[in-house]
Nanobody, 121 residues
Framework: QVHLVESGGGLVQPGGSLTLSCVVS????????MGWYRQVPGNARELVAD???????NYADFVNGRFSISGDNAKKAVYLQMNHLQPNDTGTYYC???????????????WGQGTQVTGSS
């Protein structure tokens, strides 16, 4: 069974930093493309940043140079370094693995359970 385990959320003062981590575990052969999304109650889930299988990094406009996404293929992990956090960055941050090739020979996307990020005001 495939799991995405996220960590690193928390409460942060304005201007502070957090690093989110996500590791894919379980019976898997390969992972292609991973990213971070966030959701605020009442709003749709939105892309924060993603890292494609070719190594391209994409960021939402609101990131504005404050966040950096990176990955570790060997660990099947993705990280999100978030700097200069503000209260409007508050939300539940979800990790997504775009395509996971698992031991049942299926290829599909998986989501993590989410980690809360709260920017205090």
């Amino acid at each position: 069974q495939v799991h995405l385990v996220e960590s690193g959320g928390g409460l942060v003062q304005p201007g502070g930093s957090l690093t989110l981590s996500c590791v894919v575990s379980g019976g898997i052969y390969s992972v292609w493309g991973m990213g971070w999304y966030r959701q605020v109650p009442g709003n749709a889930r939105e892309l924060v940043a993603d890292l494609t299988s070719s190594g391209r990094r994409n960021y939402a406009d609101f990131v504005n140079g404050r966040f950096s996404i990176s990955g570790d293929n060997a660990k099947k992990a993705v990280y999100l370094q978030m700097n200069h956090l503000q209260p409007n960055d508050t939300g539940t941050y979800y990790c997504k693995a775009d395509r996971v090739y698992d031991v049942r020979s299926s290829i599909r996307a998986y989501w993590g359970q989410g980690t809360q990020v709260t920017g205090s005001s």
